[in-house]
Antibody
Framework: EVQLVESGGGLVQPGGSLRLSCAAS????????MNWVRQAPGKGLEWVSY????????YYADSVKGRFTISRDNAKNSLYLQMNSLRAEDTAVYYC????????????WGQGTLVTVSS | SYELTQPPSVSVSPGQTARITCSGD??????AYWYQQKPGQAPVLVIY???ERPSGIPERFSGSSSGTTVTLTISGVQAEDEADYYC????????????FGGGTKLTVL
């Protein structure tokens, strides 16, 4: 059974940093591209970042470019999102999600972890 | 970047047909995908590549495409279908631009 479990969310002050993790199981993690998607309270879904299966190709949404860093450790079956210079507008539930094999949609999602940026 | 536009809300009575649209200039060139999200839960894929249904998704869910608009149709709506629905598309030819529509709240009266 495919499972994605996020962790690392919490309350952080504006300008602070936080590192999210996503533990993957039930599939060959190293073979799949992964994304982070976020959802602000009461709002819609927003794509945040993409990483290829090897980690060699990375993309970011303009709203987080230069502040967030996506990475992965295939030996540990883990995906990460390092978030720096956090702003109030980064407050959201952050989901890690698997990209379907050679496709452009997300076939499995984690349960999400809440990040709150507030003083 | 580009945008996908959905109506904020759609309401139907049980047993009726619900149609949720998603419009975007890129849709004639790119597939659309639909996700269902219930309160407090992660999204679930219900339609991929405009009209394909993943295994485990009821047959009452279907998708179609015409020009710059794609449509999610739920036939014989049930109370359990009340949820938010999001369309999504992606362009991997250049900057890997993933976009979600703003979401549509389906209310079953």
């Amino acid at each position: 059974e495919v499972q994605l479990v996020e962790s690392g969310g919490g309350l952080v002050q504006p300008g602070g940093s936080l590192r999210l993790s996503c533990a993957a199981s039930g599939f060959t993690f190293s073979s799949y591209e992964m994304n982070w998607v976020r959802q602000a309270p009461g709002k819609g879904l927003e794509w945040v970042s993409y990483i290829s299966s090897s980690g060699s190709t990375i993309y970011y949404a303009d709203s987080v470019k230069g502040r967030f860093t996506i990475s992965r450790d295939n030996a540990k079956n883990s995906l990460y999102l390092q978030m720096n210079s956090l702003r109030a507008e980064d407050t959201a539930v952050y989901y890690c999600a698997r990209v379907a094999w050679l496709q452009l949609f997300l076939d499995y999602w984690g349960q999400g972890t809440l990040v709150t940026v507030s003083s | 970047s580009y945008e996908l536009t959905q109506p904020p809300s759609v309401s139907v009575s049980p047993g009726q047909t619900a149609r949720i649209t998603c419009s975007g200039d890129a849709l004639p060139k790119q597939y659309a995908y639909w996700y269902q999200q219930k309160p407090g839960q992660a999204p679930v894929l219900v339609i991929y590549k405009d009209s394909e249904r993943p295994s485990g998704i009821p047959e009452r869910f279907s998708g179609s495409s015409s020009g710059t608009t794609v449509t999610l149709t739920i036939s014989g709506v049930q109370a359990e279908d009340e949820a938010d629905y999001y369309c999504q598309s992606a362009d991997s030819s250049g900057t890997y631009d993933w976009v979600f529509g703003g979401g549509t709240k389906l209310t079953v009266l």
